[in-house]
């Protein structure tokens, strides 16, 4: 099972940009769909991105449509999330999450799709 590691959370400005990076283990990476999802205190984890196995297909909750963007890299095993414009209402644990399920299926904004999940890293935008 491929293990997952993020980086590139802090603390930025209202209007900041951030890249968050999700490394991966294992050599089947470019075989998993590969998801962004981020929970703020005392609120459920929400979907906030996803990206097929090839990064043919993106997609993005409205919330964040038009302001971040999602891409891998297959010969790197990572995953990235740009985020600009952020709010403060971008604050949050950010996770990155794996799926060797079918991104036809349009469940990649399911949590319990994903078969595996990083430990998170922390966003804060001020305002």
């Known amino acids: 099972q491929v293990q997952l590691v993020e980086s590139g959370g802090g603390l930025v400005q209202r209007g900041g940009s951030l890249r968050l990076s999700c490394a991966a283990s294992?050599?089947?990476?470019?075989?998993?769909?590969m998801g962004w999802f981020r929970q703020a205190p005392e609120k459920e984890r929400q979907f906030v991105a996803a990206i097929s196995w090839t990064g043919g297909n993106t997609d993005y909750a409205d919330s964040v449509k038009g302001r971040f963007t999602v891409s891998r890299d297959n010969a790197k095993n990572t995953v990235y999330l740009q985020m600009n414009s952020l709010k403060p209402e971008d604050t949050a644990v950010y996770y990155c999450?794996?799926?060797?399920?079918?991104?036809?299926?349009?469940?990649?904004?399911?949590?319990?799709?994903?078969?595996?999940w990083g430990q998170g890293t922390q966003v804060t935008v001020s305002s």
């Open positions: 999450a794996a799926s060797q399920g079918s991104y036809s299926s349009r469940r990649y904004y399911q949590k319990y799709w994903y078969d595996a």
């Open positions: 294992g050599r089947t990476f470019s075989s998993y769909a």
